[in-house]
C-alpha cells in the first residue's frame, strides 16, 4: 500500500500524503474496459493513477470510479480518466501535482466515519493551503478532491500525523 501513497513536503505541522487510485483497482477498472479516448490535446486528459495530465497521443479510457472505503450515505462514484495501459504516480517527496494545481478544484473534509465536515471551492494554486486548513481541524481525518466543473474525483488526501 505505501507504494501507492505520495508523500508530500512537511509544510507546517501537519504531514499529509496524496492517496491516488490504487494500482489493483486502477487494473480492475482497466481489465472492465470503457469508453477509450486518444488525448488531442494537454492538459486535458487527467489520469488520476499517476497523476499526469495524458500527453497528445496518450490512450485513455474513462471509467468510474467510487473513492470512499466504508458504506458513508456521501459514497457516490465518480468517472476518471486511466491511461490505458499501467503507470505508476511518481514516488517520493514534491510538489502537489501539476493536474491539481492548475484546476478548479472541489476539496471536501471527512471525519473518520466519512462524514463531511467541511468543503470549498478553490483555485488548484490553493489546494496545499485549503488542505493544512481543514486539516488543522481535529476531526479531519481524509480529504477528497474533485475537478470542479465536470466532478470528475482526482485524489485523496490523508492525515500522517499532527504535531500539535
Ligand atoms: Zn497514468
Known amino acids: 500500500m505505501a507504494a501507492d501513497r505520495l508523500h508530500t513536503r512537511c509544510m507546517s505541522q501537519t504531514e499529509y500524503f496524496l492517496s491516488p487510485i490504487s494500482e489493483s483497482d486502477a487494473e480492475a477498472l482497466r481489465a472492465g474496459g470503457g469508453p477509450a479516448y486518444t488525448a488531442d490535446e494537454a492538459p486535458g486528459y487527467p489520469c488520476r493513477r499517476c497523476l499526469k495530465d495524458a500527453e497528445?497521443?496518450?490512450?485513455?479510457?474513462?471509467?468510474?470510479?467510487?473513492?470512499?472505503?466504508?458504506?458513508?450515505?456521501?459514497?457516490?462514484?465518480?468517472?476518471?480518466?486511466?491511461?490505458?495501459?499501467?503507470c505508476t504516480p511518481d514516488p517520493g517527496v514534491g510538489e502537489l501535482p501539476a493536474?491539481?494545481?492548475?484546476?478548479?478544484?472541489?476539496?471536501?473534509?471527512?471525519?473518520?466515519?466519512?462524514?463531511?465536515?467541511?468543503?470549498?471551492?478553490?483555485?488548484?494554486?490553493?489546494?496545499?493551503?485549503t488542505?493544512?486548513?481543514?486539516?488543522?481541524?481535529?476531526?479531519?481525518?481524509?480529504?477528497?478532491?474533485?475537478?470542479?466543473?465536470?466532478?470528475?474525483?482526482?485524489?485523496?488526501?490523508?492525515?500522517?500525523r499532527s504535531l500539535t
Open 56 to 86: 497528445v497521443g496518450d490512450d485513455l479510457i474513462l471509467v468510474s470510479h467510487d473513492p470512499f472505503g466504508s458504506q458513508s450515505k456521501y459514497r457516490s462514484a465518480s468517472p476518471i480518466f486511466l491511461h490505458r495501459r499501467s
Open 99 to 129: 493536474q491539481l494545481t492548475r484546476r478548479r478544484l472541489s476539496v471536501r473534509s471527512f471525519d473518520q466515519s466519512e462524514m463531511m465536515i467541511d468543503a470549498a471551492v478553490i483555485d488548484g494554486q490553493d489546494l496545499e493551503e
Open 131 to 160: 488542505i493544512l486548513g481543514f486539516f488543522g481541524e481535529s476531526q479531519s481525518h481524509r480529504i477528497h478532491v474533485h475537478n470542479a466543473e465536470r466532478g470528475c474525483w482526482a485524489v485523496n488526501v490523508d492525515r500522517v
